[in-house]
């Protein structure tokens, strides 16, 4: 098991770009979801899923998009990347609900310039 | 709005003493706590969890304590090894609500050998 796998690890943007970061767990999990990480702050919930085909937003959804289209992936998009996104990203996945086991992803380090 | 405050910001104990980092939060209706544990440059590990019907949860060195009344729920590591060292995050989240979930800042434990 390759358990939760994040891509890219770092990335740079300019403000207004657009990009996707990938996130595929290997261990057939219905929950997933998507936090931010901000110097001196604790993880902040932005999407979850809870089974293909279904997602909801978290505490701060603004400016981010999802899609659940199999049970593996868990994409999250960025439309127009700005300085606020600066963060670093954690992808999560738990076997049926939020409150099973939440195996996190290594991140990926965004900065928006 | 409802939040996890944790304390300390940062932790320095010897080889072999005790921690202690307290988290104390405000949503009552909060009832599932986790604690995880992140390395530098990976993704937080769960540790260690209590639900709210219960008082105290050990495992080995690690043990969590909740009292529901004053809100507050703390964990403690006996015999500190060197690699206890790492930030370690509380969390209160909502068993029955999908994007309930409130992280403290964070605790920097060093353990110096």
């Known amino acids: 098991n390759a358990g939760v796998t994040q891509t890219p690890k770092f990335q740079v943007l300019k403000t207004g770009q657009s990009m996707t970061l990938q996130c595929a767990q290997d261990?057939?999990?219905?929950?997933m979801s998507w936090y931010r990480q901000d110097p001196g702050m604790g993880l902040r919930l932005i999407h979850y899923s809870v089974g293909a085909g279904i997602t909801d937003q978290g505490e701060v959804p603004n400016g981010y998009n999802v899609s659940r289209s199999t049970t593996e992936d868990f994409p999250l998009r960025l439309l127009s990347a700005a300085p606020s996104q600066t963060s670093v990203y954690f992808c999560?996945?738990?076997?049926?609900?939020?409150?099973?086991?939440?195996?996190f992803g290594p991140g990926t380090r965004l900065t928006v310039l | 709005g409802e939040n996890v405050e944790q304390h300390p910001s940062t932790l320095s104990v010897q080889e072999g003493d005790s921690a202690v980092i307290k988290c104390t939060y405000s949503?009552?209706?909060?009832?599932?706590f986790p604690w995880y544990k992140q390395e530098l440059g990976k993704g937080p590990q769960l540790i260690i969890d209590?639900?709210?019907?219960?008082g105290e949860k050990k495992d080995q060195r690690i043990a969590v304590t909740l009292n529901k009344t004053a809100k507050h729920f703390s964990l403690h590591i006996t015999e500190t090894q060197p690699e206890d060292s790492a930030v370690y995050f509380c969390?209160?989240?909502?068993?029955?609500?999908?994007?309930?979930?409130?992280f403290g800042s964070g605790t920097k434990l060093n353990v110096k050998p």
């Open positions: 999560a996945s738990s076997y049926k609900v939020h409150t099973d086991t939440q195996y």
């Open positions: 261990m057939n999990h219905e929950y």
């Open positions: 949503d009552s209706a909060s009832n599932y």
């Open positions: 209590i639900r709210s019907n219960v």
């Open positions: 969390a209160a989240i909502r068993e029955y609500n999908f994007n309930k979930f409130y």
